[in-house]
């Protein structure tokens, strides 16, 4: 059983992590990258149920833990007056797994996420989410907390799932949920921007301050008329490219990795 003070302690740790790490890295097909991010500078933050792991905050991963003596406790500090019948039927209720699942379905449609990476340079991550390397990552510094718009908080990689105490904070009980994933994820090295929402859609555009933007790196399958057309549009934009670091991804022909070749300034004022 995961305690409650296990997952404060995880969730502190998880805080510490994102307060260290340096940029934050968005995957995205070319268009997207142009048109919406870095053009008029929104992120589209989704409902989690839509994402392609079919685990991902599924609702039937929260195991909790409550003992009979747990039940017995919070009925007799409730200020309501149960009858004996009563107090059968609700401690059937804490006990009914389910129940419990319908509260979280609910609830975790409140909360849209956005994908970010430790890593721009992820073979896998190109392959998925940038379009077979014909995409672009644009590298962020949000700060942990971005005002009212959304935290920042890493993923999680488990082999096993444990059920979790039943005291525990329900807050906090769903940070931990929306940021576990299976290991079998773990090379995403993912950092996730949660926001809750109050829109039903599934998917909601967020805006930000175009000062996060630290990098843009376009993958190896973009071709130069593409890498030219799209300088144009980012330069029209007026993001400054001045602050910003370009980037090109490059077969390694050594290995079988990726390099990154940095775009000087200089070239980028001839496009």
């Keep these: 059983m995961i305690s409650k003070s296990e997952i404060e302690q995880i969730l502190r740790i998880d805080l510490l992590k994102v307060l260290t790490t340096d940029k934050f890295y968005h995957y995205t097909k070319f268009n997207t990258a142009i048109d919406f991010i870095l053009t008029n500078h929104t ?4 409902d989690p149920t839509t994402f392609n792991d079919p685990f991902d905050c599924s609702e039937k991963l929260l195991k909790f833990n409550y003992n009979d ?7 007799n500090h ?39 990476s430790e890593y721009f340079n992820e073979i896998l991550m190109w392959s998925h989410y940038a379009d077979k390397h014909s995409g672009i990552c644009i590298g962020f510094n949000f700060p942990h907390k971005y005002d009212d718009k959304f935290v920042l908080c890493p993923v999680k990689y488990l082999d096993e799932l444990k059920p979790i105490d039943g005291t525990t904070d329900v807050l906090r009980v769903i940070m931990y949920w929306l940021t576990t994933k299976s290991i079998r994820w773990d090379y995403e090295q ?71 070749e940095i775009i000087k300034p200089s070239a980028l004022h001839h496009v």
Excluded: H, W
């Design 43 to 46: 992120i589209q933050f989704s």
């Design 69 to 75: 003596s747990l039940v017995d406790d919070a009925i």
């Design 78 to 116: 409730s200020s309501m007056r149960l009858s004996r019948q009563q107090r059968r039927e609700l401690k059937r209720s804490f006990n009914n797994p389910k129940n419990y699942q319908d509260i979280l379905k609910a609830e975790r449609q409140k909360y849209k996420i956005a994908c970010f």
């Design 190 to 260: 993912e950092i996730r921007a949660i926001t809750k929402s109050k829109m039903n859609s599934k998917n909601e555009l967020i805006e930000f301050d175009p000062k996060y933007i630290r990098e843009i790196i376009f993958g190896c399958n973009v071709t130069d008329t593409e890498f030219n057309n799209g300088i144009k549009k980012i330069k029209k934009s007026g993001l400054d490219l001045d602050t910003v670091i370009i980037k090109r991804m490059r077969i390694n022909e050594q290995n079988f990795l990726l390099k990154d």
